[in-house]
C-alpha cells in the first residue's frame, strides 16, 4: 500500500528522503496527535557537527508521508551534563526510543561514563576476565509534553537499570495486565555472553523501576549457533569451564551479542520480541516468544529472520494501518577499498502471528534502497 501525505508537502520543509542521511539503531513514532511521522536517531554519524551537537545529541527527523523528511533538530542535548548526574559526555547517546505513555513523550536511551577503577568482566573464560572494563553504560529516561522535545532526564543520579550492570538498548514493553516493563541487553562486554532481561517500571513515572531484573535469555542461546559451531545446544548458561567451552573458545572470538530488542503482543496474547545478534561475524534479526504472555517467559528462541547484515529492528503502525519494520544496514560490511559502508534505513512490511514475526515486502519508495541488504 502506497502511503500517501495528509496534507501538501512543502519541499523546503521537508527536503530530505531516507536514503540521504545516515542511521543507526533508528526509531519512528507515529504519532496520532499531530498527524506525523518521528523519526529518532543518535546523531554520531554524518552530523556529528558543531551543528549538530557534535555527535553527542539525539536528532529527529520529521515527515508526513514516511518519505519527505525534515532536516534534523536535536531533541536531547548529551553535551550539558550536571554534576550529580552518573553518566558523562565521553560518548554519544545510543539507541533512542520514543514512546508515548499516558499523554507524555519517554525518550528510553543508553548513556555512558568512563570509568578508571580497575573493574573486571564479571563472567566468561578465564581469559576473558583478565581485562579492564573502561566504561559504564546504563539506560536514562527523559520525558517531554511534544514529541518534538526537548526531552529532559527525570533522574540524573541513577540509571533506570542496575548501575554496576553494562545495561542498553532498553525498549519500553507492556505485559497482558498493561503493566510497563523495559526490556534491555546486558551487554556482553562485561559477562562475554551477553543477556536480555526485563525490569518491571512505574506507570506513573517510567523512569522509575519498581522491581529487580529478571533474566530472559543468553545469546548463546540463539539456535544458529549450533550451525555455526559456536556454542552448544541451549548455549553456555554461564559455564565457561567444560571441555567444549576449553575447545571451542579462544582470545580469537569476540563475545555473544544481545542489541535491540522490541517487543509486541500476538493476537492471543504471547509477547514475541525482536533482537539482534551476529551469526559469522554479520549482524542477525531473530526473536523469541513467550508463549504464556508474561514478560518473565519462559522465553523459547525461534529462528531468525533476516541474515543480511542489517539489525536493531522496531516495527510501527502507519495511520493507513500497515505494519511496517525498519532497522538499520551495514553494521560490519566494507567497500572494495575495506571502508565500512554507510549504514542506513531499511524498511520492511511485516505481520505479527502466533509464530512471530514474518517479513514482508522491501518498501524501497520508503528507504529508497535499491535493494534489501
Avoid at 323 to 350: A, C, F, W
Wanted: aromatic letters at 12%; charged letters at 20%.
Amino acid at each position: 500500500m502506497s502511503i500517501q501525505p495528509s496534507y501538501p508537502i512543502s519541499c523546503g520543509s521537508f527536503p530530505l528522503t531516507m536514503d540521504e542521511f545516515s542511521l543507526h539503531d533508528p526509531c519512528v513514532l507515529a504519532d496520532k496527535r499531530t498527524g506525523m511521522y518521528y523519526l529518532y536517531n543518535a546523531n554520531y554519524g554524518q552530523y556529528a557537527s558543531s551543528d549538530f551537537g557534535n555527535g553527542r545529541c539525539v536528532v529527529m527527523y520529521s515527515s508526513p508521508d514516511l518519505v519527505h523528511f525534515s532536516e534534523p533538530v536535536n531533541v536531547f542535548d548529551g553535551n550539558t551534563v550536571a554534576d550529580t548526574a552518573w553518566y558523562d559526555n565521553s560518548d554519544s547517546p545510543w539507541a533512542p526510543e520514543v514512546h508515548e505513555w499516558r499523554g507524555k513523550y519517554w525518550m528510553f536511551v543508553t548513556m555512558h561514563a568512563k570509568r578508571h577503577d580497575g573493574a573486571r568482566p564479571a563472567n566468561g573464560p578465564a581469559w576473558y576476565r583478565d581485562r579492564n572494563l573502561d566504561a559504564r553504560r546504563g539506560m536514562v529516561v527523559a520525558v517531554s509534553e511534544m514529541p518534538q522535545g526537548p526531552f529532559h532526564v527525570m533522574h540524573e543520579n541513577m540509571p533506570v537499570t542496575p548501575v554496576d550492570s553494562m545495561a542498553l538498548d532498553g525498549t519500553l514493553a507492556v505485559d497482558a495486565s498493561g503493566k510497563p516493563w523495559m526490556v534491555f541487553a546486558h551487554e556482553w562486554v562485561q559477562i562475554f555472553d551477553g543477556s536480555m532481561e526485563a525490569i518491571q517500571l512505574d506507570p506513573e513515572d517510567l523512569s522509575v523501576a519498581v522491581s529487580d531484573p529478571c533474566h530472559l535469555w543468553f545469546a548463546s542461546e540463539g539456535g544458529w549457533h549450533i550451525a555455526d559451531g559456536d556454542a552448544p545446544v541451549g548455549g553456555w548458561r554461564g559455564n565457561f569451564a567444560t571441555d567444549i567451552a576449553k575447545h571451542v573458545l579462544s582470545p580469537e572470538i569476540s563475545g555473544y551479542v544481545t542489541d535491540g530488542p522490541w517487543v509486541m503482543s500476538t493476537p492471543s496474547g504471547a509477547l514475541v520480541c525482536l533482537w539482534t545478534s551476529y551469526s559469522k561475524g554479520e549482524y542477525i534479526l531473530t526473536q523469541a516468544i513467550s508463549e504464556t504472555g508474561a514478560m518473565t517467559g519462559p522465553w523459547k528462541q525461534l529462528a531468525p529472520i533476516n541474515y543480511d547484515d542489517a539489525g536493531h529492528a522496531m516495527v510501527f503502525q502507519t495511520f493507513e494501518g500497515d505494519l511496517l519494520l525498519i532497522m538499520h544496514t551495514n553494521m560490519t560490511r566494507k567497500d572494495s577499498q575495506g571502508r565500512p559502508l554507510v549504514s542506513h534505513g531499511i524498511v520492511y512490511e511485516v505481520s505479527l502471528g502466533e509464530d512471530g514475526f514474518t517479513l514482508g515486502r522491501h518498501r524501497s519508495d520508503i528507504d529508497g534502497l535499491k535493494e534489501a541488504s
